[in-house]
């Protein structure tokens, strides 16, 4: 409704910007569109007010609605109507009466989705940009039709508003396809969204008749040029570009008031997923070779293109085309792996060190008699039945989506049976978190003290923690704020490395966390600086955090050495860990200065990737 109401506001005042020397003012016309928008939006207001008073159960209140974001965005929308047409009437100003109105018809985009839940001005530029292109557009080509009805005797003189129309609408189209792709990526966010949930069909479906109206605007212009060109034809593509407008008008409004694709629950309809690289790491010997395969068979079907005469003209094609079809059957099951409704399912869990810990107790009753007590594939049972329980510690755990593994661990995997009886969801979600940390605590042997510039991959696992005025924060909080320097000590002794730190870590660029057991707290004192002291209760974070101790030179294949003396981890701006040093490997621990000029290395470093995808947030 508010997209149409744009419309019937836009086509007169866009009449006078385009033709200024047409002959009718369209003054009245102007008037009777504008009064007619107005009118819908105090409807609109009213039907607001009449919802909000079924969610707050007072009385309607119009004054209660202006308090919301959209009421505001009505009213503004309102008023800037009401302007323009005050405008027009005492000053005459069709310029500036047209740019009230253009406020108008973008206020539609602030009420959308992407500028509702955002407040980046960019998103909000974008957003009002594309609304308002639209609009301009659709108002341009109703108006067209219109005059095409009213000056049957003067056919040239049409004929030039259209040229001139034609010659704005090209970069205007342009330039909405590009606005609808960014703002496409920001509520759809993925291919497998934009595939497999109602909002990605309605795009995909709304795109589908953007298309077709580019073919009839393509037809138009085509007319243009030709020199002899009769009304019934420039009529039909005309007015089959506004029936195609419109439905496109429909779809957008439908968009619109759906759930974005982003914030969707993704239920994969196939059962499979195009991932080339996933499917070459799995199978690095049958992938190339069928890649290699459907290489042969394309660059056979070309030469055969070549050599075949013209004058088999069918006969090039059908062998073209059937090596194309065979060598792309060849190629793309070679390239997908298998996938579930589960397989783009985000965890409700964040990966925090508590999920963690969790997932480690119900590991030991449930999992370990086949994957081992360390989860290198060698329990009891899988021995006794010589069954190849997935060894849990190498890299090809976190290439699995959560969702791949959230369907084995409820439903089964080959000889795996599955838990859904015996483990509650979350508990699964556990149990995931657990293998993640798992397996890219092995992967954490490859850090070092040195952090690889432009390199972000092990995200830091969260924790809640108590600060000094008893409020309870995370440490994700910060992510996108500032970056963080933990300590985490399980040796008295190593006390006097924070001791050693605290007095001069005023005006350090990162935030200084320092994880202790309880009981060792008010051995700290903290000075001027702003560190945070974690009373680690349970052991519980330095429990979770230990899986990214391993190194080189310490990989600790067998588990025993759990608790190092002292850890630090260097956990860049954005939740990224990007260096460690050991109390055992680095003894004498980095000076401040030396942190500091680390820290300041990475402060240069943009988002790379975004460690919310572990986090759910
Ligand atoms: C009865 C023995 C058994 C038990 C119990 C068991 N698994 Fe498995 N698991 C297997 C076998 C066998 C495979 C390999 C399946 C295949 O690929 O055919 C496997 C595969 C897996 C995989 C896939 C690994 C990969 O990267 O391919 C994961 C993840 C997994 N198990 C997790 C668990 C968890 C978590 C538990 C505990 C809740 C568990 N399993 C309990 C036998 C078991």
Known sequence: MAFAFGLLAGAPALERLLYPKALSAAHGLAFKLSGLALLVSVLRMLDMAWSLKDLTGSAPDVFLLFQTYAGQVLLLQAGSVLLSLLLLHFSGSTFWSA???????????????????????RQILVS????????????GVFNLMWRLGQSQKLFAVWRGQLARFSKWALPGMLLMLLTGVLLSSWTVASWPALLATPYGWLLIFKLLFVCAVLVCAWQLRGWLKKTAGTSSTVRYWLSSEISLALAVLILASWLAASMPAAHDTIVWPFGFRWTPVLAWRQDQA??????MWAAGLLITGALLFVLLRKRQAVWRWLVFMSAVIASLAIALPATSIPAYPTTYMHSPLRLDTASVVAGEALYKPYCADCHGLNGQGDGPVAK???????????PHVSWHTHGDMFWWLTYGRGKMPGFAAALLEEDRWHLINHLIALSFGYEARSLTGIPAPFNPWLP????????????FMSMSEWRGLHAVHLII?????????VRDLLPDMKGFPAQLVIVVKPE???DLVKGPCEAIIVADENADIARAWSYYRRSFAAPDFLNEDRWVARTEFLIDRYGFVRARWRSDE??????????KAMYDSLSLEGEIKSAAIHQHD
Not at 384 to 394: D, I, K, R, S, V
Request: hydrophobic fraction near 50%.
């Open 586 to 595: 680095a003894p004498s621990a980095l000076s401040v200065a030396e942190l």
């Open 99 to 121: 740019a009230w109105l253009s406020a108008a018809m973008a206020c539609t985009a602030l009420a959308g989705h992407v500028v509702s839940a955002s407040e980046s001005w």
């Open 384 to 394: 006794l039945n010589a069954m190849q329980a997935a060894n849990l510690t190498e």
């Open 489 to 497: 000590i399980n040796q008295k002794t190593e006390l006097q490395r």
């Open 286 to 291: 049958g992938t190339e070779i069928s890649l």
């Open 128 to 139: 009002c940009t594309h609304v308002l292109l639209a609009q301009l557009w659709l108002a």
């Open 460 to 471: 830091a696992l969260d924790f809640r923690f108590k600060m000094d005025n008893n409020r």
């Open 520 to 522: 060792w707290v008010k």
